[in-house]
């Protein structure tokens, strides 16, 4: 991890939503949802943060706010010295291939009518319109090769694959700009063990070898703590707890954290009754 | 023997050279659903016979649309029955016209007016439907509002006026059909659109930088197909019952041209004179027409269901 100037900052950050309730007349005063209610951090090149937190505390918004995909209240992102907030539409686009996102859902996140390699091909058309035919195609396969798929699939469609295939191509999708920071948003979230521990793996060779920043969303405390070089807890909205990920894990400060860490499933019974009954215990005292 | 190595060789090198799977899409998988569909099939079987009689049935008619047959005019109740002999397949209307090659003009103009109308509503209709969709807020709510109005307008009155104020030809039945088919379509395609927006696959576009008009185009579009394609089938028998019944009113297409809708009108006025062949060979043709347009638009609704794949 190097200690240079960090790639992104971001400042403060809030995010809010306006809910109308039913039945509402026009001139009542929507609700306020806080999702994110101020919050701070940096990430470092090549670095790892991973962001955890029960469903529903803001962690998908977070992202999605950076990358101005859904307007924020106030806060400030900055990227490489440039602030994304205060961006026109046309710089942002050039921001846009630098930063890429890798979703939840596999298969929705893949257009159904469009073939892997049409899928993958997506950004390169974006930004770089200007790209032959034959070089597109070169650059798909490598990538499709890259992440662990055969280039020999580029002409099937997302059905055709499994879960885990289809979130490979995302990450191929993600990958064919060459950016420098890639947000998953709950990318093993969806799949089954086994898949995740591959694709978890492949993102953290992919990082290695592309010195790649991630930003790492998920409820799964131990998928998190696998990949991340550092935690950040976010608890409605607010942060609970930001640290080294080793620390976060094994020496947790806020007792959200530890009750997060104790909600982790064992498949041990014996060692998975303690631990309910030391929850208990926690619950009582607090 | 050494026919067989030749062979075996020239196999594992088409297999070598055979890099790319190809991918079976949604739409072939449809289609092979589709044609499992015995009534979808035969209709569609139907309605081809149909568009090849309107297109080609000419050739062996033996008298044009415009001839009057002399010889049985003022007879033909007696005269001008369906007959092989005199060439007057489907018999002569009362003016000792052939009804055969009026049969087939009017196919020609009825199908006309539904694929027209049909088509009209998918393009334009889809398209303004999608982008409302996407937009959402204000441009939305404009957007359909002005759907809302026009459609509170009785259209049959709008038509009907249209064709008294500029004249009865098939241009201003075209336009007028085209004014009201596309709202409900547009309807449709929005709504599908509000559901498809919130898809990862969209927002993975807006991530990466697409362009709106692109997503419209490549992401939304190709996937409101299915309800498109199935309501469009459903669309072309309504526009034809449309076009017959502003026809059938005395309206819609003027004489010498003719469709469907005012060869019944005709065949149900001369009913009373035994002329019965009058209104049953465009009745045929309307009904088998009609029913086909159904069935394919219900075989294509199963098999483009997404729930089954």
């Known amino acids: 991890m190097s ?34 209610k101020g919050v701070s951090f940096d990430l470092a090149e090549g670095e790892t943060l991973g962001i955890v937190g029960e469903s529903g505390c803001g962690k ?62 997506e950004p390169l058309k974006t930004h770089f319109p200007k790209t032959s035919k034959d070089e597109t195609k070169k650059r798909v396969r490598e990538l499709m ?5 055969s280039a020999r699939m580029i002409n099937r469609y997302p059905h055709e694959f499994s879960g885990g295939q289809c979130q490979r191509i995302g990450i191929a999708r993600a990958l064919i700009t060459n950016p420098k920071m890639i947000i998953c948003d709950e990318p093993v979230s969806a799949l ?31 998928v998190v703590k696998h990949i991340s070089n550092r935690i950040m807890v976010l608890e409605f909205g607010d942060i609970a707890e930001l640290g080294d990920a080793h620390d976060v894990i094994h020496n947790p400060q806020s007792p959200y954290t530890r009750e997060l860490i104790n909600a982790v499933p064992t498949p041990d019974p014996i060692v998975e009754r303690q631990r309910i009954a030391e929850r208990r215990a926690l619950a009582a005292g607090t | 023997m050494m026919v067989d190595v030749q062979k075996m060789e020239q196999f594992a090198e088409n297999l070598a050279a055979q890099e790319e799977v190809k991918g079976r899409s949604l739409l072939a998988d449809a ?89 009209i509503a998918v393009i334009v209709g889809t398209l303004y439907g999608a982008i409302a969709g996407y937009t959402g807020g204000k441009v939305d709510n404009v957007m359909m509002r002005f759907v809302d109005i026009i459609q509170s307008i009785p259209y049959m009155f709008v038509l009907i006026l249209l064709l008294v104020v500029f004249g009865r030809s098939l241009f201003m039945l075209f336009v007028g059909i085209g004014l009201i088919s596309w709202l409900d379509m547009s309807r449709i395609a929005r709504g599908q659109t509000l559901s498809l927006k919130n898809k990862e696959f969209v927002e ?8 709106p008009l692109t997503i419209i185009l490549r992401h939304i579009v190709p996937n409101l197909l299915g309800v498109v394609v199935v309501y469009a089938t459903l669309l072309v028998p309504q526009m034809i019952l ?50 086909s347009f159904f069935f394919i638009g219900d075989g294509l609704r199963d098999a483009l269901d997404p729930k089954e794949r």
């Open chain 1, 192 to 222: 089954d063990v086994s898949v995740q521990a591959q694709v978890v793996n492949l993102l953290m060779d992919l990082q290695k070898e592309l010195g790649l920043s991630l930003l790492f969303i998920a409820h799964d405390l131990s």
């Open chain 2, 31 to 119: 289609r092979r659903r589709f044609f499992h569909n015995k009534a979808a099939v035969v209709s569609l079987i139907v309605l081809s016979l149909v568009v090849v009689f309107s297109v080609f049935g000419r050739t062996i008619a033996v008298w044009s649309n415009e001839e009057i047959d002399w010889g049985i005019l003022g007879q033909i109740a007696e005269l001008g029955a369906p007959n092989i002999e005199n060439g007057h397949f489907f018999g002569a209307d009362q003016l000792g016209r052939d009804l055969y090659s009026r049969v087939i003009q009017g196919t020609q103009v009825s199908l006309m007016v539904g694929v027209v109308g049909a088509l």
């Open chain 2, 242 to 291: 449309t076009e017959s019944f502003i026809s059938f009113l005395g309206l819609g297409v003027q004489e010498p041209n003719t469709s469907w809708g005012a060869l019944i009108n005709e065949g149900a006025g001369n009913m009373q004179y035994g002329t019965l062949w009058q209104l049953v060979f465009p009745m045929f043709f309307f009904i088998i027409t009609l029913f």
């Open chain 1, 3 to 36: 200690k240079s100037e960090p790639i992104l900052s971001v400042r403060d950050m809030r995010v809010e939503f306006q809910i109308k309730k039913q039945n509402a007349l026009p001139w009542h005063k929507p609700d306020i949802l806080r999702a994110v």
């Open chain 1, 145 to 149: 090769e890259k992440v662990g798929l």
């Open chain 1, 60 to 121: 998908s918004t977070l992202a999605r706010a950076i990358i101005r995909m859904i307007p924020a209240q106030a806060g400030e992102v900055i990227w490489q010295g440039r602030d994304l907030m205060k961006m026109n539409p046309k710089e942002l686009l050039g921001i846009r291939k630098e930063i890429q996102m890798i979703f939840q859902d596999p298969l929705a996140s893949l257009n159904p009518r469009l073939t892997a390699g049409q899928i993958i091909a």
């Open chain 2, 204 to 211: 993975a576009a807006i991530a990466t930088g697409v362009k």
